[in-house]
T-cell receptor, first 114, second 116 residues
Framework: DQQVKQNSPSLSVQEGRISILNCDYTNSMFDYFLWYKKYPAEGPTFLISISSIKDKNEDGRFTVFLNKSAKHLSLHIVPSQPGDSAVYFCAASGFGGSNYKLTFGKGTLLTVNP | GAVVSQHPSRVICKSGTSVKIECRSLDFQATTMFWYRQFPKQSLMLMATSNEGSKATYEQGVEKDKFLINHASLTLSTLTVTSAHPEDSSFYIC????????????FGSGTRLTVV
């Protein structure tokens, strides 16, 4: 049973346009969410996170939106650049105790075309 | 910033042999380290959580006798794949956090293991 779902395995966007990557979760105990970027044969790199007490967090070109009632979050990248092409993983965690381990989605391959 | 070094980056071994993968936090003390495994086009699956000085906690379905984890110091954790078989071929990634329950996860660069 997958608790973190990224239903789009791939997304293709034109350079300069907005990229929107989606993530859904089922575990209501999750209260912290992270996005990671990953290139082939490399470890994930942290991008941005959001706590459940917020509904939006912005960092430069990256914005994460959280809709707790829908158990849905999304990562917006604007403007998209060819260097953003990578696999993006959504991850979720509960706070403290044994719930701090991350649960990952399967990832979405983003391709930004010049 | 926090840096995690993972070695080797890739290794090829013969079936039946053991392989050790090291994960080091270079500029911080990692009280907790995590080991993940990733199959092609799949998610990162947590294998085990290790806390310095104590036994690792393995996820359901992960054989603790096959995947030996040692976290002897605050900067080093090792994963040993014992009696490796071709089905153990995968991408193994470690991550480290500065404090238990903290969210400052830093990932290593991963190890591509191929068992022939």
């Amino acid at each position: 049973d997958q608790q973190v779902k990224q239903n789009s395995p791939s997304l293709s966007v034109q350079e300069g346009r907005i990229s929107i990557l989606n993530c859904d979760y089922t575990n209501s105990m999750f209260d912290y969410f992270l996005w990671y970027k990953k290139y082939p044969a490399e470890g994930p790199t942290f991008l941005i996170s959001i706590s459940s007490i917020k509904d939006k967090n912005e960092d430069g070109r990256f914005t994460v939106f959280l809709n707790k009632s829908a158990k849905h979050l999304s990562l917006h990248i604007v403007p998209s650049q060819p260097g953003d092409s990578a696999v993006y993983f959504c991850a979720a965690s509960g706070f403290g105790g044994s719930n701090y381990k991350l649960t990952f989605g399967k990832g979405t391959l983003l391709t930004v075309n010049p | 910033g926090a840096v995690v070094s993972q070695h080797p980056s890739r290794v090829i071994c013969k079936s039946g042999t053991s392989v050790k993968i090291e994960c080091r936090s270079l500029d911080f003390q990692a009280t907790t380290m995590f080991w993940y495994r990733q199959f092609p086009k799949q998610s990162l699956m947590l294998m085990a959580t290790s806390n310095e000085g104590s036994k690792a906690t393995y996820e359901q379905g992960v054989e603790k006798d096959k995947f030996l984890i040692n976290h002897a110091s605050l900067t080093l954790s090792t994963l040993t794949v014992t009696s490796a078989h071709p089905e153990d071929s995968s991408f193994y990634i470690c991550s480290a956090t500065k404090r238990a329950g903290g969210y400052g996860y830093t990932f290593g660069s991963g190890t591509r293991l191929t068992v022939v």
